[in-house]
Nanobody
Framework: QVQLVESGGGLVQPGGSLRLSCTASGFTNNRYALQWYRQAPRNERDFVAGFSTLSGNPNYADSVKGRFTISSGNARNTSYLQMNSLKPEDTAVYYC?????WGQGTRVTVSS
């Protein structure tokens, strides 16, 4: 069955870094355009990063531009989100998304 599994979350101090990973499986059409979203307490789930299906270029939310970098593994069913210069406002559950399916999320807490 379809699965998206995120990992790499945790507690980090402001200014620190984390690398999130997402591995997708079970998509019978073998199409992967993995995206990252996040949801802070009492907020909606917001787009963070993904690759444009038209250009293949990465897209980022304004709030993370210059700090976060999305990449894919050699097998396109894997995505990474390198998060640098983390801020307390980056605290959220981070979700991986592909073709209408969501992972279970991985929690990132930025706090001193």
């Amino acid at each position: 069955q379809v699965q998206l599994v995120e990992s790499g979350g945790g507690l980090v101090q402001p200014g620190g870094s984390l690398r999130l990973s997402c591995t997708a499986s079970g998509f019978t059409n073998n199409r992967y355009a993995l995206q990252w979203y996040r949801q802070a307490p009492r907020n909606e789930r917001d787009f963070v990063a993904g690759f444009s299906t038209l250009s293949g270029n990465p897209n980022y939310a304004d709030s993370v531009k210059g700090r976060f970098t999305i990449s894919s593994g050699n097998a396109r069913n894997t995505s990474y989100l390198q998060m640098n210069s983390l801020k307390p406002e980056d605290t959220a559950v981070y979700y991986c998304y592909n073709q209408g399916y969501w992972g279970q999320g991985t929690r990132v807490t930025v706090s001193s």
